[in-house]
């Protein structure tokens, strides 16, 4: 989960001008755009937060279910986060679990979050042991069967300065090393930090399997992406008007190592920018990304599938 939110949906707030406006401005913005016309080879949402969205998990596996989106990877981003993902994915059989400590968390857990910007409130700093101790407990969450992935870690340059960045490449490397021990796939959060977050892969040796989440890079990365066998996600942001890097991130990326995913209930796509977005919504990126590749829905969907299971190993 990116801090996309603020951005996904301050251009869809409420006017100031007419009471009757906003009322009406923020009915929009909040209720769930409708389902789209089901895709007729099922994908998998390889990247989710059933936790931060509206509704049970029940009814939102069952509604992506009947729109071709049988199969979801729930996404952990602190340890409470990841508990839940973990107990998830064991009573859903269409619910896979990745588990970690998001980026931003490793310089809240060390040195504190006293404004309680996030979602588990304000805290004091708990220094290197506190974050040692949540690696512990990711680490035996990896262990799980149900499991399939550690992430969303990496790097995110864009909220925390300076002083958190070594907490953050700390947590990055635990979570790689945690990854390859366990045998699971490897979930990259990357928020203007690319060229940082190539380094500590290269430096510790990448998973067998790698996946950069919403893929934030440009064509030129892409390629070294592709070089080394990285998997790239491509969220709802790609069909934005200004997200022209992404789309040429995406013709030029191989096939085989092309993912779709939500980061729901973030990144909503066009033409339901800025409203809740969910699982059963991928159809809808599934359908732009198979028109920059310039082929058809269903081709692209079936790489698509075969992609995801290969790059969680289920």
């Given at each position: 989960m990116s801090p996309?939110?603020?951005a996904n949906s301050a251009e869809n707030s409420p006017r100031n001008s007419a009471k009757s406006s906003a009322k009406s401005s923020a009915t929009r913005t909040d209720e769930p755009p409708p389902a789209p016309e089901p895709l007729r080879v099922p994908v998998a949402d390889s990247h989710t937060h059933l936790d931060m969205q509206g509704g049970t998990v029940t009814d939102a596996l069952a509604k992506a279910a009947s729109v071709g989106v049988p199969v979801v990877v729930q996404v952990?981003?602190?340890?409470?986060g990841s508990r839940w993902a973990a107990d998830t994915a064991a009573a859903h059989a269409s619910v896979h679990a990745a588990v970690a400590l998001h980026p931003n968390e490793a310089p809240r857990i060390v040195h504190g979050d006293p404004d309680g910007w996030s979602r588990q409130g304000a805290r004091e700093a708990g220094?290197?042991?506190a974050l040692d101790?949540?690696?512990a407990e990711i680490d035996r969450l990896a262990a799980l069967e149900q499991v399939k992935a550690v992430g969303e870690t990496g790097l995110d340059f864009f909220r925390t300065g300076p002083e958190g960045m070594a907490a953050q490449e700390r947590s990055f490397r635990a979570h790689i090393e945690i990854a390859k021990r366990h045998g699971k796939a490897l979930v990259i959060h990357d928020r203007e930090a690319h060229a940082d977050v190539l380094r500590v892969l290269a430096d510790e040796g990448a998973p067998e399997r790698t996946v950069f989440h919403c893929y934030s890079g440009d064509a030129e990365m892409a390629e070294i992406c592709a070089a080394a066998g990285y998997f790239m996600s491509f969220a709802g942001n790609m069909t934005f008007k200004n997200a022209r890097p992404l789309r040429e991130a995406l013709a030029v990326a191989p096939l085989e190592l092309v993912l779709v995913e939500t980061d729901?209930?973030?990144?909503t796509p066009v033409p339901y920018r800025g409203r809740p977005n969910a699982p059963y919504l991928i159809p809808l990126t599934v359908r732009a990304m198979a028109d920059v590749r310039g082929i058809g829905e269903d081709a692209m969907a079936t790489a698509?599938?075969?992609n995801t299971a290969r790059a969680f190993g289920y």
């Amino acid at each position: 989960m990116s801090p996309k939110s603020a951005a996904n949906s301050a251009e869809n707030s409420p006017r100031n001008s007419a009471k009757s406006s906003a009322k009406s401005s923020a009915t929009r913005t909040d209720e769930p755009p409708p389902a789209p016309e089901p895709l007729r080879v099922p994908v998998a949402d390889s990247h989710t937060h059933l936790d931060m969205q509206g509704g049970t998990v029940t009814d939102a596996l069952a509604k992506a279910a009947s729109v071709g989106v049988p199969v979801v990877v729930q996404v952990g981003c602190d340890v409470k986060g990841s508990r839940w993902a973990a107990d998830t994915a064991a009573a859903h059989a269409s619910v896979h679990a990745a588990v970690a400590l998001h980026p931003n968390e490793a310089p809240r857990i060390v040195h504190g979050d006293p404004d309680g910007w996030s979602r588990q409130g304000a805290r004091e700093a708990g220094g290197d042991a506190a974050l040692d101790d949540a690696l512990a407990e990711i680490d035996r969450l990896a262990a799980l069967e149900q499991v399939k992935a550690v992430g969303e870690t990496g790097l995110d340059f864009f909220r925390t300065g300076p002083e958190g960045m070594a907490a953050q490449e700390r947590s990055f490397r635990a979570h790689i090393e945690i990854a390859k021990r366990h045998g699971k796939a490897l979930v990259i959060h990357d928020r203007e930090a690319h060229a940082d977050v190539l380094r500590v892969l290269a430096d510790e040796g990448a998973p067998e399997r790698t996946v950069f989440h919403c893929y934030s890079g440009d064509a030129e990365m892409a390629e070294i992406c592709a070089a080394a066998g990285y998997f790239m996600s491509f969220a709802g942001n790609m069909t934005f008007k200004n997200a022209r890097p992404l789309r040429e991130a995406l013709a030029v990326a191989p096939l085989e190592l092309v993912l779709v995913e939500t980061d729901a209930p973030f990144l909503t796509p066009v033409p339901y920018r800025g409203r809740p977005n969910a699982p059963y919504l991928i159809p809808l990126t599934v359908r732009a990304m198979a028109d920059v590749r310039g082929i058809g829905e269903d081709a692209m969907a079936t790489a698509i599938s075969a992609n995801t299971a290969r790059a969680f190993g289920y």
